[in-house]
């Protein structure tokens, strides 16, 4: 801002002109004075704007101090408009600052020295007033631009997750087929550890298809889109069980699974969920002779309902609690458990997809139960709501 | 003729047809290595050296990803054929996108199925598209 500050002045007096003017001159500032003396002089600066301040008379012929305000307002909502009128009144103070005025001084020699302060008062809030709307301004850009760059790059690695997972399943396919094929058509011509040499290549590319499949199911339960319905868990508990026991006839596993557990949610991302859970207790509890596995209702209330599913497996230690949610994460060697690393991660980012939570609780050598949450339908509603307005 | 194969990859193409050799019931097969030599074999109806007392094939499966003319592309054009939208066109990929999806069903396409990574899955599945589309799927037209 320049030193020398440009004041238009609207007051239709000649002596009122000149004690304003002296007022201003007896000040340090240097300050410019523009005179309007009538209504069309007053809309001729106005159009004009060369002015940092304004300062009206409250009663001028024609029309009224509160005419100005209320047009410098419209115009320029920043530029400082001070009241200054021969009558002190309250009403008339009263009535200036509600209108916008942010300031209000009686024309008499002893008050209207204040003018020059009133003036300089008035610019600075002016001033702080615009950086501040400044900063509010960068800041909610910043903002913007930040979610837009995190939302950017949750898109990238989507699509780089899903797209690794396909890009390598295609070799590994051709690695086992033809593993398969040099089986079918070689095997005779092959010793011993030749053909030992390949059930080797053939289990480790059949751990890698896991690894590879279960990483397809945990970008999904990242990045599919939430289709909620009313999901029978009972039912699909019972389906996981019967598939587990047909693909593994030979063993006596105690099943318990309670009956009519229903919920809203992603059908597909829910069975994904539970069948986790209920492979991992089906593996686990594999050196118990008497294994037993139990999906049940911990807790029923207006908003959550509490499930789990329990075993009497080999359990953990309980200090791993949170590291066995994490990708990659695991407490056992691929001899003693095959298994991916990637099926606690994937039900975890399955749960909180539901804004739901799970959590753990093991004894080692005992067992392990995983509790999850899920809210109730009336919970949940809202979030239905916005969730399904995609058309499909 | 009975299956007209479109698929870029040569592994894939071998493991294809080794599952088939293998296959209950052997079939003939074309194997076309790009979307345009596929087009240009389908649509060269003047030809003498392919299509001379040819028959159409019975069945086309289609790759999705190929350089140049994609099955996307191949696939629209069979269905806008007259002479060619009734053959029965089985897409075979490695994408299980739903965009992918959604753009085969919406151009015509007769069914969809993804690769398995598995080959017993994969040689399962060659059987069962085989028994289905040329044992018990009834054909617009006699071949």
């Known amino acids: 801002m320049s030193n020398n500050t440009r004041v238009l002045l609207i007051e239709d007096n000649k002596f009122d002109r000149e004690l304003v003017k002296y007022a201003l001159q007896s000040s340090d500032a240097t300050f410019q004075v523009i005179d309007a003396c009538s209504a069309r002089e007053f809309e001729a600066h106005l159009e004009n704007s060369q002015f940092d301040v304004v300062l009206t008379d409250f009663n001028i012929l024609g029309f009224g101090g509160l005419v100005v305000v209320n047009s410098v ?46 003036i300089a008062a008035a610019l600075e809030k002016m001033r702080l007033d615009q950086e501040a709307r400044k900063s509010e301004q960068e800041i909610r850009e910043l903002n913007e631009k930040l ?49 030992d040499f390949l059930s080797r290549i053939i289990k480790s590319v059949d751990h890698m298809r896991l690894l590879i499949d279960g990483l397809i199911d945990l970008s999904k339960a990242m990045d599919k889109e939430m289709i909620y319905v009313s999901v029978d868990l009972s039912y699909i508990a019972h389906e996981i069980m019967n598939e587990l026991k047909n693909d593994d006839p030979d063993r006596q596993v105690e099943i318990t699974i309670v009956k009519d557990a229903k919920t809203h949610g992603e059908h597909k991302l829910l069975r994904v969920a539970l069948t986790n859970l209920l492979q991992n207790a089906w593996k686990y509890t594999r050196p118990n002779n008497k294994p037993h596995i139990e999906f049940g209702i911990l807790e029923t209330t207006k908003d959550w309902v509490s499930y789990f599913v329990r075993d009497n497996g080999i359990g953990f230690d309980m200090q791993h609690k949170d590291e066995i949610f994490e990708v990659f994460k695991r407490l056992h060697t691929e001899d003693e458990f095959p298994g991916d690393g990637i099926g606690l991660a994937t039900v975890k980012q399955i749960i909180t997809r539901h804004r739901g939570k799970i959590w753990t609780n093991a004894i080692k050598d005992e067992g392990a139960t995983f509790y999850f949450r899920l809210p109730t339908y009336h919970n949940a509603k809202d979030f239905h709501a916005s969730n399904n307005s995609t058309d499909r | 003729m009975d299956i007209l194969l479109v698929e870029d990859q040569r592994m894939d193409i071998e493991l294809m ?42 069945l086309i499966l289609l790759d999705l990803k190929m350089p140049g003319i994609d099955g996307h592309q191949v696939l629209a054009k069979i269905k806008q054929t007259k002479h060619l939208k009734q053959i029965p066109v089985v897409i075979l990929t490695s994408s299980s996108e739903l965009k992918d999806r959604i753009r085969c069903y919406d151009s015509g396409a007769n069914s969809y199925m993804v690769k398995p990574s598995s080959y017993h899955e994969f040689k399962m599945l060659i059987d069962k598209i085989r028994e289905y589309w040329l044992e018990l799927n009834t054909a617009a037209e006699d071949s």
């Open chain 2, 17 to 58: 047809l080794y599952a088939l050799k293998k296959s209950r019931s052997p079939c003939n097969i074309v194997v076309m290595q790009n979307g345009q030599d596929a087009l240009n074999y389908l649509l060269d109806d003047n030809s003498e050296n392919q299509h001379a007392g040819h028959s159409w094939p019975n």
């Open chain 1, 147 to 195: 979610q837009e760059k995190v939302s950017e790059r949750t898109a990238e690695l989507e699509a780089f997750t899903s797209s690794v997972s396909h890009d390598l399943r295609a070799p590994l396919r051709r690695i086992y087929g033809f593993c398969y094929a040099l089986k079918e058509e070689c095997d005779d011509q092959l010793n011993e550890p030749g053909r």
């Open chain 1, 73 to 118: 307002r419209k115009k320029f909502p920043d530029i400082p408009v001070i009241v200054i009128t021969g009558t002190g009144s309250e009403q008339i103070a009263v009535e200036s600052l509600k209108s916008g005025a942010n300031d209000y001084i009686v024309k008499t020699p002893q008050h209207i020295r204040r003018l020059p302060y009133a």
